[in-house]
């Protein structure tokens, strides 16, 4: 069921970047004003989550989920009727207020269902529907923009998402928060009542306290500032620089690398959870190799003039950002207190936000001076220094620790 739901979370704020080519001509925007149409989205986005995080530790995560599903969809739904460029950025920013709730609570939720034991194979299962509703997202858009104008694919999106956010009220079950966790102590449990969620700011604090988690935050800022830039820019630069019109634009810039991300993201997880169980960070370490692998992938992508080349450095980037996703929210709870996970993921997830909220606006400003193609490349040695990082602090802050499955000495 949250596949589904988070299917239209990303064919949603997908949309619009497969018809940045009909709102330039309609409304006369420029590069920079689509880099903000983009950054409007991510800039609210990032600004709720930790406010989403803390909420869904605290409320109930179904009703958080499926209520925000339905705002969302209406907001797609409003972007239709948009006539100047300032209703583009406000709805925009709107849609990123309703999709902020629901990967703090959907995350916590799927982890109250599944141990350290399978549970990068379930976040790597869900995150298949990042992709599938990215590549939808692009493509559906791009082809009825051709046929039915722009606002087109935003009337389909949001009608199906309002209904099936009604559909699911009945169906999605909220489960015991940590009933799934396999909670491995030196000391015996403090009693239930002790741990629960305290005050705002000591778990906000105790979060941040944890050097590992510092790393991880910094690792995705990096990692999203290029998933930004692929996400908001590449159907454009595949129609500017390979001539493609906006549908093929919109299903190239997405299938070929969401499709290879999809295999990246089934095979991470089930080594992740194989590396876990033998190493603490075993997780981070999957997610570093695929940093690392990405890099001459990213560089191609931008580089190359053949387009045999650009599909094949896009499926090879694909692949191995698949390997990172797959882990980066089942790495994050592996170091945290399974009581605050919906927190630290907001947090986590705002700043990585945050960083990639400026990617859309830096390119749209690089283009004239440098081109769309150098910008690209430029993006593998963020993966590079982002990489290094990781393995900076796996090997600082994991050597030492205890696998979820080593048995805690008494």
């Known amino acids: 069921m949250l596949w589904f739901v988070c299917f ?11 018809v940045f080519k009909l709102l330039k001509e309609e409304m006369d925007l420029t ?15 990032a600004a709720m989550l930790p406010l989403a995080g803390i909420i869904a530790d605290r409320l109930r995560r179904k009703t958080l989920i499926l209520g925000g599903l339905i705002f969302w969809s209406f907001i797609t739904l409003a ?8 209703h583009l950025v406000c709805f925009r920013a709107l849609e990123g207020l309703g999709e902020a709730f629901y990967f703090p609570a959907s995350m916590a939720l799927i982890s109250d269902y599944h141990s350290r034991a399978t549970r990068s194979r379930a976040l790597a299962i869900h995150q298949s529907s990042v992709y599938a509703g990215t590549i939808a997202g692009a493509t559906v858009a791009g082809f009825l923009a051709e046929s039915y104008g722009w606002r087109s694919g ?3 999106f949001g009608s199906f998402g309002a209904l099936l956010g009604i559909v699911l009220f009945g169906f999605l079950r909220e489960p015991e928060r940590g009933q799934a966790e396999e909670i491995i102590e030196e000391r015996p449990p403090l009693p239930a009542a002790k741990r629960k969620s305290g005050s705002v700011l000591g778990d906000i604090a105790s979060i941040f306290s944890t050097p590992m988690v510092l790393v991880l935050i910094a690792t995705f800022a990096g990692a999203n500032f290029v998933a930004a830039i692929f996400l908001t820019w590449m159907p454009t630069y595949l129609n500017r620089n390979f001539g493609m019109n906006l549908g093929m634009a919109g299903l190239n810039s997405t299938a070929w690398l969401q499709i290879a991300s999809v295999l990246g993201v089934l095979t991470g997880g089930v080594l992740a959870d194989r590396l876990a169980r033998r190493h603490a960070g075993g997780r981070m370490v999957t997610q570093a190799f695929g940093l690392f692998c990405g890099v001459p992938f990213l560089f191609l992508t931008g580089w190359t003039l053949s387009t045999t080349v650009l599909v094949l450095a896009m499926v090879g980037f ?10 980066i929210w089942a790495s994050l709870f592996d170091v945290v207190n399974p009581r605050r996970r919906a927190t ?12 990639g909220a400026f990617a859309p606006v830096a390119v749209g400003a690089a283009i004239a001076p440098y081109g769309l193609s150098a910008c690209i490349s430029a993006t593998s040695v963020i993966y590079l220094t ?23 000495e008494t």
Not at 8 to 18: K, L, Q, T
């Open 344 to 355: 630290a993921q907001g947090l986590m997830n705002s700043l990585g936000w945050f960083g």
């Open 386 to 408: 982002v990489g290094v990082l990781l393995t900076f602090g796996i090997l600082m802050f994991m050597r030492g620790r205890r696998s979820a499955a080593q048995p805690a």
């Open 8 to 18: 239209f979370n990303y064919a949603d704020r997908m949309a619009i970047f497969s």
């Open 79 to 86: 972007t239709a009727l948009s006539q100047e460029y300032w």
């Open 318 to 327: 694909g692949y191995f950002k698949g390997m990172y996703d797959a882990n």
């Open 154 to 156: 935003f009337y389909v």
């Open 31 to 45: 590069d920079k004003q689509l880099g903000i149409i983009g950054s409007a989205f991510m800039w609210v986005y």
